[in-house]
Nanobody, 127 residues
Framework: QVQLVDSGGGSVQAGGSLRLSCAAS????????MGWFRQAPGKEREGVAA????????YYADSVKGRFTISQDNAKNTVYLQMNSLKPEDTAMYYC????????????????????WGQGTQVTVSS
């Protein structure tokens, strides 16, 4: 059974940090693309960071480069998103997603390329 459980959201002040977690079933996690997406009210869902669990390749949206880090723990079938130097514009519902291996050299940040989604975890950053 495909299952993604994302957690770790919360409320922080600007400049603070949060770490999101996405626990996946082994079938979903192994040698697949795992991505973090976010959606703010009234805005489209956007890709934030992605990792190919087969070899650890990562890819980031320009808006989070240098602040966010995606990582994996193969023993736990879990992907993390470490978010530092948070800004009010990072406020959104964050979703974990799983999809097939990358078609390009980097894992995709396009939501339509992902098949399975977590339930979402809210991140709120106050100024």
């Amino acid at each position: 059974q495909v299952q993604l459980v994302d957690s770790g959201g919360g409320s922080v002040q600007a400049g603070g940090s949060l770490r999101l977690s996405c626990a996946a079933s082994r079938y979903t996690y192994s040698s697949n693309s795992m991505g973090w997406f976010r959606q703010a009210p009234g805005k489209e869902r956007e890709g934030v960071a992605a990792i190919y669990t087969g070899d650890g390749r990562t890819y980031y949206a320009d808006s989070v480069k240098g602040r966010f880090t995606i990582s994996q723990d193969n023993a736990k079938n879990t992907v993390y998103l470490q978010m530092n130097s948070l800004k009010p514009e990072d406020t959104a519902m964050y979703y974990c997603a799983a999809g097939p291996p990358p078609l390009r050299w980097y894992p995709s940040l396009q939501s339509y390329e992902y098949n399975y989604w977590g339930q979402g975890t809210q991140v709120t950053v106050s100024s």
